[in-house]
């Protein structure tokens, strides 16, 4: 990478999972729309570096204007999705895959289209890139599905990366989804977070219960393709830290959230 300084700096708490794999998923595309792309964490904000130039309200402009549609029409709910970005283009699977885990983090219901929610929630970041370019992650808002041109009554459900939204619920003794209230989502991390587990994935510990993931921060400024070694912990670098969370379930509807993560004690951080 030849521009020492990032195009891109945002604000993310490291105990959010959501936001985690949000930094990840911006990774990923800005390593798409310019390959080459570099990341890091550093100074409780996420940077990245690429040939682009593209400011924030750039990026998650461009992001939310993809095209984004299911690969199979006949099943769109369980069907994996397309997106494209200009000639940039990326295909998310990750919540079938029972061989490297991926399966083992979908949060939500079968009766649920992932192509939907994504659809929405990548609609509404725009909103938040005009709004909050400097801190896209706190950007929150109600977000509706859309029938006939005309928005439903009821806020759509998110994916439940974020982990605020699973704070609130515990704290309330209730679930305002299911008590059919209209709630604020944050679209952007629920956006960019499920673009980020494509690549990057949590290390699975079966040995906790409920079973827990634990996912690693790194400083260097690395590639999204060595980046996704070090976030599952295969690849061990200097100065970084690793958080753990788990995926409780919420009350027999076969959805779940990510919670707060905390930090794990090490020498290496």
């Known amino acids: 990478m030849k521009n020492p300084t990032p195009n891109i700096t945002i604000p993310v708490d490291l105990t959010n999972p959501g936001q985690f794999f949000a930094c990840c998923g911006l990774l990923e595309l800005a390593d798409r729309l ?21 400011s924030v309200a750039d990026f998650l402009g461009t992001v939310a204007s993809a095209a984004i549609e299911p690969v199979d029409r006949g099943d769109p709910a369980a069907s994996a999705i397309g997106c494209r970005l200009g000639t940039a283009s990326i295909l998310l ?20 289209s992932a ?34 041109g005309r ?3 009821k806020t759509i459900s998110p994916f439940y990366f974020d982990s605020r939204r699973a704070g609130s619920s515990l704290d309330a003794g209730f679930s305002a ?5 209209s709630v604020s989502e944050y679209p952007v ?6 673009v980020g587990l494509q690549r990057f994935r949590p290390r699975a510990d079966d040995t906790t219960n409920p079973r827990s993931f634990l996912y690693t921060v790194w400083t260097q400024r690395l590639p999204a393709i060595s980046a996704s070694s070090v ?3 295969a690849v061990a670098v200097p100065f970084c830290s690793t958080y753990r969370f ?13 919670t707060r993560a905390k930090r794990e004690r090490s020498s290496n951080a």
């Open 189 to 194: 991390v629920e956006a960019l977070a499920m």
């Open 246 to 258: 788990t995926r409780p379930s919420r009350g027999g509807q076969y959805v779940s959230m990510f």
């Open 151 to 153: 928005a439903k009554a």
């Open 231 to 233: 976030a599952c912990g």
């Open 93 to 112: 699977d990750w919540w079938r895959d029972e061989a490297s885990g991926g399966q083992r983090l979908k949060t939500w219901a079968g009766r649920q």
């Open 34 to 54: 310019w390959p080459g792309a570099e990341g890091w964490f550093e100074n409780n904000a996420f940077a990245v570096s690429c040939e682009g130039g593209a």
């Open 177 to 181: 989804d299911e008590q059919q209230m």
């Open 115 to 148: 192509w939907q929610i994504l659809t929405l929630m990548t609609a509404k970041a725009a909103e938040g890139a005009a709004t909050h370019p400097y801190n896209p992650f706190n950007f929150s808002a109600a977000v509706y599905d859309i029938v006939d």
